[in-house]
């Protein structure tokens, strides 16, 4: 519950906004401690005879940039120019993490790679989407003094071009000793905005982080008070704003409560605090979630998103991480697909929809489409698109917008503009996906899109509907559902028109 004086709010993000960080491509530099993350995973069906363990029978290893890595990786994914500036391992480990790095479209030409040393790899045994024991091996050092200087030198050069965020990944591996951050402090006017995700949060005040998003076990070591047992943890945060706001040297902390979601705390005091829910998943897929958040939180906010809609997007940013196996990453259809779900009225661009389709089909989704003006909805547009929805995993409906819907049905037509039409439908919670088109016909949307099913409500059959050689040409499926004139958007007009219920 809020504090005295404090509203949490959490508003509405239109999914059309997580295109816009691809389409800014804003550069963000990542300075921090990089390491590999290993899966193996596979079937455990007896206890081992040496003791009694499960024996797992390994079907499966992946490995993904962990740390700073993950950070820089997720900011790739959403679409941002990515550079880290990290120690890499002199070893297969470390040519590996350089490789993932990449094939994911981050730059690495400022990482430092230490003769001799070994990479941080922290590795899981899984079965059964179940842990059963991580093992941890890497560098039993901090990185030598050359190293640290090339570090400071590697860091001047990233910042020697513009950018538009620089965010820290402090793991704790001894990289960002007090010579990073002097050479930070140094720079810091050539930084926008500067995000910093530490484990020991304590002494980076002093550079003045825009933001700070420490766990809440990283707050409550940050100001030296106990963090609560059990529910609470919320109102915790907001009862000890000032003192984190504070530490944090005077600027925005955003407090991750893992399952709870989390809670942004403006340098403002007069700003109201806000609050995101987080969708609940096993703790076993949160790893890297906190570093998806924090890139997602800097890439917003790099493209010039407010912070209350950044907030939301890097809560649903996590969210997409939580839902995978393993270390994963947000890419833009994924999150534009989270966040269509969640702001179900959405009219998404041609651009996002194309993004969000991809994510599904890549996923082995079925994607069903339908077009219509739905302009005054009634219990027959209901049913239909129940119907359609049955045929497929994803439901995307295209409305006319107003002007071809005045061209198909009369100047007096549509009754609702195109947004109202667009939260009325998108509200149902049969469609998935809603955009519009201006042409008389979808035909150019089809094209982009290439459904598996094409639905229309009627009384006529496939081969009368101009869309069907699109549809089959592209190997689709054309099937016509089920149509009740009698509740016909045109029959209530004319009912209302003649003064008839």
């Known amino acids: 519950m809020p504090g005295p004086g404090e509203t949490l709010t959490d508003p509405a993000a239109p999914a059309a906004l997580a295109g816009r960080i691809a389409t800014r491509a804003p550069r963000v530099v990542v300075v921090g401690d990089a390491l590999l993350d290993g899966w193996l995973s596979g079937p455990a069906r ?53 490789e993932l790095l990449h094939a994911g479209g981050v730059g690495t030409t400022h990482c430092v790679t230490e003769p001799g040393r070994a990479t941080a790899v922290k590795r899981r045994l899984m079965t059964a989407g179940q842990p059963l024991a991580r093992y941890d091996a890497g560098p039993d050092h901090p990185p030598r003094p050359g190293t640290i ?24 591996l001894g990289a960002l000793d007090e010579r990073v951050r002097a050479a930070l402090s140094r720079l810091r006017e050539r930084i926008p905005l500067l995000v910093v995700d530490a484990h020991a949060p304590d002494g980076w005040g002093a550079l003045r ?92 906010r790099a493209a010039g998103i407010c912070p209350q809609q950044a907030f939301v997007l890097a809560q649903c940013a996590a969210d997409v991480a939580v839902e995978q196996d393993g270390t994963a990453v947000c890419t833009t259809g994924a999150l534009t697909a989270r966040l269509a779900e969640r702001d179900r009225g959405g009219l998404l661009t041609h651009r996002d929809l194309m993004a969000v389709v991809g994510h599904h089909r890549r996923r082995g989704s ?71 088109f201006a042409d008389d016909t979808p035909a150019a949307l089809l094209e982009a899109v290439r459904p598996d099913v094409y639905t229309k409500g009627g009384d006529y059959t496939p081969q009368m509907l101009p869309e069907t050689p699109i549809v089959e040409r592209l190997g689709g499926e054309v099937r016509v559902l089920d149509y009740l004139s009698d509740h016909s958007t045109s029959a209530i007009v004319g009912r209302i028109k003649a003064g008839r219920s």
């Open 46 to 98: 007896r206890l081992g005879r040496d003791g009694p363990v499960p024996v797992v029978e390994l079907a499966e290893t992946s490995t993904a940039p962990g740390g700073a890595g993950n950070a820089a990786a997720n900011l790739a994914a959403l679409g941002a120019r990515a550079d880290l500036v990290a120690v890499l391992g002199d070893d297969a480990g470390g040519v590996e993490l350089r």
């Open 149 to 172: 200087a090339a570090l400071v030198k590697g860091l001047e050069a990233a910042l020697a071009e513009p950018a538009d965020a620089v965010v820290v990944a402090d793991y704790g």
């Open 209 to 300: 982080p825009d933001v700070l998003t420490p766990s809440l076990a990283e707050a409550s070591a940050l100001i030296g008070a106990p963090e609560p047992a059990g529910k609470g943890r919320a109102a915790w945060v907001l009862a000890h704003r000032a003192e984190l706001i504070g530490a944090a040297g005077g600027g925005e902390v955003i407090v991750t409560l893992d399952v709870d979601g989390a809670v942004r705390l403006p340098a403002e005091s007069a700003t109201p605090a806000q609050r995101s829910a987080a969708r609940p998943g096993p703790e076993s897929r949160a790893c890297g979630a906190g570093d998806t958040f924090t890139a997602a939180t800097a890439a917003a």
């Open 366 to 436: 079925r994607i069903v489409f339908t077009n219509g003006c739905f302009d005054v909805l009634h219990r027959g547009h209901v049913a239909y698109l129940r119907q359609a929805r049955a045929l497929g995993d994803v439901l995307v409906v295209a409305l006319n917008d107003d002007d071809s819907v005045a061209r198909l049905k009369g100047p007096e037509r549509p009754v609702n503009p195109l947004e109202d039409r667009a939260g009325v439908v998108g509200a149902i919670e049969c469609v998935d996906l809603v955009t519009s």
